[in-house]
């Protein structure tokens, strides 16, 4: 979301820059950045509450004394300027007040979805789901944001964060994807990809895919499957909810062999912040025609990429695979075919400017600016574009009720372990101060296991205890989140309560999930047909639900060892595993295929 220098936006947007078309039918507050819109964080008054200053150097500051200035010096003192906004998400964590509603972002999406197709081809539409989330990252109004006939291909995302719970999980979890995107009418296609959407007027769901945006996993997967379909028959959209990983996939695919070669020096990296609606409108690079030629390449490189042992790649790769693997269960290496070439450095020596007499003080010779990379107009003129666009904020959502500080514990960033608890009737158990979920009856205990950030503490009580510990303990480090004592609490809405009654289908499988919201879930595993009478309790004004199939049904198998005199399992972090290399280890693992 780095704002680059004014002239180098202009260049970049060649015949169709997003000043000409892209904001025709946007709302008053994006058509206010003017010949800066495109660009991620970008804040006007109406925006961000207050003006935001730019400094020469990319900091936040006054802009004093540019005004006198010419325009080739003004672009050269704004070039790697950054807003204010994003100043301050990248380098303090900190979020600035948005006075942007949930309508407006609709507004700006679908005015850019509904647009008139260029080169006579409708646009693919990239929607992305957060698998944590299932099945709310799935937006009931997509329909309503994407012209008929549109093609869908669906990208499930995070599934790095999730342990497998048996051989065929991914596969579990694009049925449930499938499912959930039949219910919005969104049904696989009668053509292929790269055909034209029928007119019919439903929405043509091509593809359904699965990757960590993060890891890379399944992305050079994703880049292929494009390239060899869709092609370049029109531009892209990438959309979805707040939180979904979409300014990781741009990052990710500006770095790949999706985009120009020239793309990664000429456009800015999108911010990314766990905060909510760090998009504020269209980011976008220009694809890569694939040419046979270009694809013949790359299928070379993904094959002795595919023959590389770990031990065989460079330090810094080893150094960025380890950090990876700390990080989730799935790794990807997302590498590049297609480079701009780089020209030798010059190093230029001019004596005259080191040399001094006794009576002067040293003068340290200023740096000259790094030439700045652009755009010519014919390289762009027939080009196909890749757009991220703001995220859709979830409505009746957790996350919504949370401070910066907040959201940071709640939303994993490493593969989450799952919390197992055998909880007997009469017993409760706390996810932090934003779930309760209440054992009322059953014939015998039951197996509890919580899936939800590492950093969100676990407590399990008796029902005679619980609602003291609540009124002590919310707000304070026992429950953590909320954070900020009875001050907090006291503006933070109450917990409403729904009654569940489930019946088990044996324990080496759960019956449901209750899903606390965004905050996570637990999946309850019974004896075979023992009825359960369970409460669940989350904040007023959220979402709680029960998701059945669950996500992760045989969840209890990778419970580990019980902890003596303790209702709670030793689960064990699972390997992880790396695709795209070559494993000297003959019994280790594959990656599993979707």
């Not at 002239?7 to 000409?20: I, T, W």
């Not at 539409?125 to 944001?145: A, G, N």
């Not at 500006?254 to 120009?260: A, N």
């Not at 330090?315 to 480079?339: A, H, M, N, P, S």
């Amino acid at each position: 979301a780095e704002l680059g220098a004014r002239g180098g936006l202009e260049s970049l947007g060649g015949p169709r820059s997003l000043e000409d078309s892209d904001t025709q039918d946007a709302p008053s507050w994006s058509k206010d950045l003017g010949p800066l819109v495109g660009l991620e964080g970008l804040g006007t008054q109406e925006a961000l509450g207050g003006s935001v200053e730019l400094g020469a150097q990319g900091t936040p500051g006054g802009s004093d004394g540019l005004g006198a200035l010419g325009d080739s010096e003004v672009h050269r003192a704004l070039q790697g300027v950054v807003c204010q906004r994003c100043w301050l998400l990248v380098h303090h964590q900190q979020a600035q007040h948005m006075q942007v509603t949930r309508e407006q972002y609709r507004s700006l999406v679908s005015a850019a979805l509904r647009s008139p197709p260029r080169h006579g081809r409708s646009p693919l539409v990239l929607y992305m789901v957060d698998m944590l989330d299932l099945p709310d990252s799935v937006l009931p109004d997509l329909p309503e944001l994407v012209s008929a006939g549109s093609n869908i291909l669906v990208v499930g995302n995070k599934v790095d964060l999730l342990p497998g719970d048996s051989p065929d999980y991914l596969k579990r979890f694009r049925k449930l994807l499938l499912k959930s995107c039949a219910r919005l009418g969104i049904l696989p296609a009668a053509k292929g990809i790269g055909d034209q959407a029928d007119r019919t007027g439903r929405h043509n769901l091509v593809d359904v895919h699965l990757i960590s945006a993060k890891t890379g996993y399944g992305v050079e997967e994703l880049i292929s499957k494009l390239q060899r379909s869709w092609k370049c028959n029109g531009d892209v959209y990438l959309i979805g909810t707040t939180n979904s990983g979409k300014s990781t996939l741009f990052n990710t695919l500006l770095q790949s062999d999706y985009c120009k070669s020239k793309a990664p020096e000429v456009i800015n990296r999108a911010t990314i912040s766990p905060w909510p609606g760090t998009t504020l409108n269209l980011l976008k690079f220009p694809i890569i025609n694939p040419t046979p030629d270009r694809l013949f390449r790359r299928q070379e490189r993904l094959k002795a990429d595919a023959e590389k042992t770990e031990e065989q790649l460079s330090g810094d790769e080893q150094k960025y695979l380890k950090c990876l693997k700390k990080q989730g269960y799935l790794i990807g290496r997302v590498g590049r075919t297609f480079q701009q070439q780089k020209s030798k450095g010059i190093i230029h020596f001019d004596p005259d400017e080191l040399s001094f007499n006794m009576e002067e003080e040293p003068v340290i010779p200023s740096k000259k600016p790094k030439e700045r990379v652009e755009f010519t107009y014919n390289e762009l003129k027939d080009a196909r574009w890749f757009f991220d666009t703001p995220g859709i904020v979830k409505e009746n959502c957790v996350l919504n009720l949370l401070s910066e500080k907040e959201v940071k514990i709640v939303l994993p960033t490493h593969a989450i372990v799952p919390r197992t608890f055998v909880l007997k009737p009469g017993m409760v158990l706390f996810l932090g101060a934003l779930g309760r979920i209440d054992y009322l009856q059953g014939a015998k205990s039951s197996w509890f296991s919580v899936v939800a950030s590492n950093l969100l503490p676990v407590h399990v009580t008796t029902l005679e205890k619980a609602d003291g510990i609540y009124q002590k303990h919310a707000g304070d480090t026992l429950l953590k989140v909320p954070t900020g004592g009875e001050e907090r609490m006291r503006e933070f809405p109450p917990l409403t309560a729904q009654d569940i009654t489930l019946e088990g289908i044996g324990i080496f499988e759960a019956v449901a999930d209750i899903k606390l919201s965004s905050a996570g879930w637990v999946a309850i595993t019974a004896h075979l047909e023992d009825k359960l009478q369970l409460r669940a309790y989350t904040p007023e004004g959220t979402a709680l639900m029960i998701r059945k199939p669950p996500l992760l049904p045989h969840i209890v198998a990778i419970k580990g060892k019980r902890i003596k005199g303790s209702v709670a399992y030793r689960t064990k972090k699972p390997s992880p595993l790396v695709e795209n290399i070559k494993s000297n280890k003959p019994m280790e693992k594959k990656v599993p295929k979707m």
